[in-house]
């Protein structure tokens, strides 16, 4: 089955820098790639996918990179923001397959 | 459009009794998954359904836990003889299809006495 490994797992960056989330995955069948968001005591949240036909995906600060051949995938946030602060969960999945998330990533931007 | 809604959001049970979270999906959507996260800890997955089926509970104990999602009304997970160790957050997805976003919940926090 999908293995999906996510580091770093703690992430403290000045506000204003970028940060580099990078995950990796190990069935090639995988073809959906989801970014979460959790604050603390909410929900997580989708932020941005990508799919296997697409190599890179861009929404105002946040990007999500993918390379099909390494099985890695990663979320680039620029000019962090304090409120960029949560942790943050991949996620991988191929049709008719659950999601399987990464453990996690707690990000703190440092004013 | 409202989102996925589980309720209660906070239940307290005394150890030995039942609880009985409930979530009901997006409209449009058909698959419900639910979740379990500990504080400062990730999403462990519990079981996945469709209407009326379960298509995937492996992440679910074999004992005292067990969900269902009717034609009618929400699904509900639901947790016999609590013990101190089934406190937790539980969440509850849905998506319209397996590749697709899952939307979440708010969650309900059990907390066990």
């Known amino acids: 089955g999908e293995n999906v490994e996510q580091h770093p797992s703690t992430l403290s960056v000045q506000e204003g820098d970028s940060a580099v989330i990078k995950c990796t995955y190990s069935?090639?069948?995988?073809?959906?790639f989801p970014w979460y968001k959790q604050e603390l005591g909410k929900r997580p949240q989708l932020i941005i996918d990508?799919?296997?036909?697409?190599g890179e995906k861009k929404d105002q600060r946040i990007a999500v990179t993918l390379n099909k051949t390494a099985k890695h995938f990663s979320l680039h946030i620029t000019e962090t923001q304090p409120e960029d602060s949560a942790v943050y969960f991949c996620?991988?999945?191929?049709?008719?397959?659950?999601?399987?998330f990464g453990p996690g990533t707690r990000l703190s931007v440092l004013p | 459009n409202a989102g996925v809604m589980q309720n209660p959001r906070h239940l307290v049970r005394r150890r030995g009794q039942e609880a009985r979270l409930r979530c009901s999906p997006m409209?449009?959507?058909?698959?419900v998954y639910w979740y379990r996260q500990l504080p400062e800890e990730g999403l462990k997955f519990m079981v996945y359904?469709?209407?009326?089926?379960?298509?995937?509970e492996s992440g679910m104990p074999k004992e005292r836990f067990s969900a269902e999602f009717p034609k009618e009304g929400p699904s509900i997970l639901r947790i016999q003889q609590v013990v101190r160790g089934d406190s937790a957050a539980y969440f509850c997805?849905?998506?319209?299809?397996?590749?697709?976003?899952?939307?979440f919940g708010d969650g309900t926090r059990l907390s066990i006495l």
């Open positions: 997805a849905s998506s319209g299809d397996t590749d697709q976003p899952q939307h």
């Open positions: 359904l469709q209407k009326e089926n379960i298509i995937d």
């Open positions: 069935d090639s069948a995988s073809n959906y």
């Open positions: 409209k449009g959507h058909s698959h």
């Open positions: 990508i799919r296997s036909n697409v």
């Open positions: 996620a991988a999945t191929a049709y008719g397959q659950n999601f399987v």
